[in-house]
């Protein structure tokens, strides 16, 4: 490892799937570079940004590294209901709705190497999960889909996901994927 490798100075070893902040000082100048690897190398780092801008990066123009969390979002509970009840409507979804930031429900959690195609919509988990502005909104089908959901949406800037559950949704599996039910 040359000593100006600060990627390799990660320990762990950095992985395909993380969030990243790297400064960058390359013929484009010096700069601050957030987002998700989407590849390594050894001589280049693939960073796709929250607005969808894939940065390659050759190794030797980082400066320094750093692991960074998913982006937390608001208190998705202050969020005006009739503004989360359009966001279902436009998703399809409906039934009691359920919110948490989505930083909460990730933390500590190994980030998948690949996540669906960036867009307004994805299936998960054979659910459809819409984005939209700082939300995710999708039906609930379990615990896995609202990760997968999540994951997802934060390569956007996602930052809190409103789950409806239907009439026959187990109310204790999903407050045990760590939702909240929006009472209001």
Same mark, same amino acid.
């Given at each position: 490892?040359?000593?100006?490798?600060?990627?390799?100075?990660?320990?762990?070893? &950095?992985?395909?799937?993380?969030?990243?902040?790297?400064?960058?000082?390359?013929?484009?100048? +010096?700069?601050?570079?957030?987002? @998700?690897?989407?590849?390594?190398?050894?001589?280049?780092?693939?960073?796709?940004? =929250?607005?969808?801008?894939?940065?390659?990066?050759?190794?030797?123009?980082? /400066?320094?590294? +750093?692991?960074?969390?998913?982006?937390?979002?608001?208190?998705? /509970?202050?969020?005006?209901?009739?503004? #989360?009840?359009?966001?279902?409507?436009?998703?399809?979804?409906?039934?009691?709705?359920?919110?948490?930031?989505?930083?909460? &429900? #990730? /933390? *500590? %959690?190994?980030?998948?190497?690949?996540?669906?195609?960036?867009?307004?919509?994805?299936?998960? @988990?054979?659910?459809? $999960? +819409? @984005? /939209?502005?700082?939300?995710?909104? #999708?039906?609930?089908? *379990?615990?896995?889909?609202? &990760?997968?959901?999540?994951?997802?949406?934060? %390569?956007?800037?996602?930052?809190?996901?409103?789950? #409806? $559950?239907?009439?026959?949704?187990?109310? =204790? $599996?999903?407050?045990?994927?760590?939702?909240?039910?929006?009472? %209001?």
């Amino acid at each position: 490892m040359p000593p100006s490798d600060a990627v390799a100075a990660l320990t762990p070893a &950095l992985a395909v799937g993380e969030r990243v902040s790297l400064r960058v000082n390359d013929e484009a100048g +010096r700069r601050e570079v957030i987002g @998700f690897v989407t590849r390594l190398s050894e001589a280049s780092v693939w960073v796709v940004d =929250r607005h969808g801008v894939e940065h390659v990066i050759a190794r030797e123009a980082v /400066e320094a590294a +750093r692991r960074v969390g998913v982006a937390r979002g608001r208190r998705p /509970e202050a969020t005006p209901r009739d503004l #989360l009840d359009a966001l279902a409507s436009r998703a399809g979804a409906s039934g009691t709705p359920w919110l948490a930031r989505i930083s909460d &429900l #990730l /933390e *500590g %959690r190994t980030p998948p190497a690949s996540v669906p195609a960036w867009g307004e919509w994805a299936e998960v @988990f054979g659910v459809r $999960a +819409r @984005f /939209e502005g700082e939300w995710v909104t #999708l039906p609930w089908s *379990g615990a896995d889909a609202v &990760l997968a959901a999540c994951w997802w949406a934060t %390569r956007m800037g996602a930052r809190s996901v409103q789950v #409806l $559950a239907g009439p026959g949704a187990d109310a =204790r $599996a999903v407050r045990a994927a760590g939702l909240v039910e929006d009472e %209001r």
